[in-house]
T-cell receptor
Framework: AQTVTQSQPEMSVQEAETVTLSCTYDTSESDYYLFWYKQPPSRQMILVIRQEAYKQQNATENRFSVNFQKAAKSFSLKISDSQLGDAAMYFCAFIQGAQKLVFGQGTRLTINP | DTGVSQDPRHKITKRGQNVTFRCDPISEHNRLYWYRQTLGQGPEFLTYFQNEAQLEKSRLLSDRFSAERPKGSFSTLEIQRTEQGDSAMYLC??????????FGDGTRLSIL
């Protein structure tokens, strides 16, 4: 069974600084996708970034980038120049085929002004 | 693109009552997913549809739960004889084939 583990229940960072959220996953598949979703308080889940497993190049989206280590089954999210609006729960998720997303437990990110 | 719409946003009911939630996906999306999220946890998969066909159901989906997607458009999730443990946020998501899933705001169910 596929599993996703986020070992940091909470993280905090000073505004304008950089923070890295960790994620590991377990799968026997070779073709899959990984995602980071953001869930602000009482608001909907928003896709932050995605990574195709067959691509070696790490995905980037503006201030958000990932460090994808396929052999280690690691998929961390780096947020540069943190902003107050980045405060949210962040979920790492895995999908194989067009089926269900498997989510980690989440990391609550606090931005200190 | 009006996004995924869920109704109601919040449902409060007494234990033992039946409840039904509705999800309207993004109009061109052929896949629709239901997840359940309890406080402080990540969402857990319940079931998904491709068009009107229900293709997979989680073991979390007991026989008190039923989901439908008539005509491959909106979907309903019904819970019969609600229990305390059913209290959660029920999230709906939709996608076009293998594209990323887009989530709705969710329906928060509170069982008294």
């Amino acid at each position: 069974a596929q599993t996703v583990t986020q070992s940091q229940p909470e993280m905090s960072v000073q505004e304008a600084e950089t923070v890295t959220l960790s994620c590991t996953y377990d799968t026997s598949e070779s073709d899959y996708y990984l995602f980071w979703y953001k869930q602000p308080p009482s608001r909907q889940m928003i896709l932050v970034i995605r990574q195709e497993a067959y691509k070696q190049q790490n995905a980037t989206e503006n201030r958000f980038s990932v460090n994808f280590q396929k052999a280690a089954k690691s998929f961390s999210l780096k947020i540069s120049d943190s902003q107050l609006g980045d405060a949210a729960m962040y979920f790492c998720a895995f999908i194989q085929g067009a089926q269900k997303l498997v989510f980690g437990q989440g990391t609550r990110l606090t931005i200190n002004p | 693109d009006t996004g995924v719409s869920q109704d109601p946003r919040h449902k409060i009911t007494k234990r033992g009552q039946n409840v039904t939630f509705r999800c309207d996906p993004i109009s061109e999306h052929n896949r629709l997913y239901w997840y359940r999220q309890t406080l402080g946890q990540g969402p857990e998969f319940l079931t998904y549809f491709q068009n009107e066909a229900q293709l997979e159901k989680s073991r979390l989906l007991s026989d008190r739960f039923s989901a439908e997607r008539p005509k491959g458009s909106f979907s309903t999730l019904e819970i019969q004889r609600t229990e305390q443990g059913d209290s959660a946020m029920y999230l709906c998501a939709s996608s076009l084939d293998y594209q990323p899933q887009h989530f709705g705001d969710g329906t928060r169910l509170s069982i008294l």
